[in-house]
Antibody, heavy 126, light 107 residues
Framework: EEQLVQSGAEVRKPGESLKISCKAT????????IGWVRQMPGKGLEWMGI????????RYGPSFQGLVTISADESISTAYLQWSSLEASDTAVYYC???????????????????WGRGTPVTVSP | EIVMTQSPGTLSVSPGERATLSCRAS??????LAWYQQRPGQAPRLLIY???TRATGIPARFSGSGSGPEFTLTISSLQSEDFAVYYC?????????FGLGTKVEIK
């Protein structure tokens, strides 16, 4: 069964670092883009960024560029989202999701999130 | 950045009735649009991709239509489990963007 298993809830203080994980099982992790989506309390979904594990090609949403790092370890089929210095505004649920889609003739990828993890709640509070 | 505007913000519908949700893009594109359902306390679930293709396991009462800039998600006969928040998302150009969602509530 295809599944994304996310790491558990985290509580941190402002200024601390954090790395959360998302382990893929039941499908070929290398050959599917995988991404992260933020949901702040009571709010909608925000696309953070995606990574292609086979070559680590990574794209970030402009609101998240430089603020988070997305990475992947193909040896353990796991994607990561990390912060070097958290802020209170990072309090949210973070979902990982794998993508399906298509490529155009120039090699650009057009994808939608078709398999979701259950989410990792992150609380940042003094 | 393409802005996705969903309407209405909240839709009150009785069980068994039809629900029509709209999603308008700030720029026109063909069909690179997905719809997701999020029930309270759960992760989102893919319903529709490529504007009109149902994802695996999605009941036939869910249908998507339209092309840029206007897209529609229709739920033909609402069941109790369909009361949720629905999001559209464009994947036509970077950065991919979500709408703010439409909450479908019991009337």
């Amino acid at each position: 069964e295809e599944q994304l298993v996310q790491s558990g809830a985290e509580v941190r203080k402002p200024g601390e670092s954090l790395k959360i994980s998302c382990k893929a099982t039941g499908y070929n992790f290398l050959n599917y883009w995988i991404g992260w989506v933020r949901q702040m309390p009571g709010k909608g979904l925000e696309w953070m960024g995606i990574i292609y594990p086979a070559d680590s090609d990574t794209r970030y949403g402009p609101s998240f560029q430089g603020l988070v790092t997305i990475s992947a370890d193909e040896s353990i089929s796991t994607a990561y989202l990390q912060w070097s210095s958290l802020e209170a505004s990072d309090t949210a649920v973070y979902y990982c999701a794998s993508l399906s889609g298509h490529y155009d003739s120039s090699g650009s990828f057009y994808g939608y999130f078709d398999l979701w993890g259950r989410g990792t709640p992150v609380t940042v509070s003094p | 950045e393409i802005v996705m505007t969903q309407s209405p913000g909240t839709l009150s519908v009785s069980p068994g009735e039809r629900a029509t949700l709209s999603c308008r893009a700030s720029q026109s594109f063909s069909s690179n649009l997905a719809w997701y359902q999020q029930r309270p306390g759960q992760a989102p679930r893919l319903l529709i991709y490529d504007a009109s293709t149902r994802a695996t396991g999605i009941p036939a009462r869910f249908s998507g239509s339209g092309s840029g800039p206007e897209f529609t998600l229709t739920i033909s006969s609402l069941q109790s489990e369909d009361f949720a928040v629905y999001y559209c998302q464009q994947y036509n150009s970077w950065p991919w963007t979500f709408g703010l969602g439409t909450k479908v509530e019991i009337k």
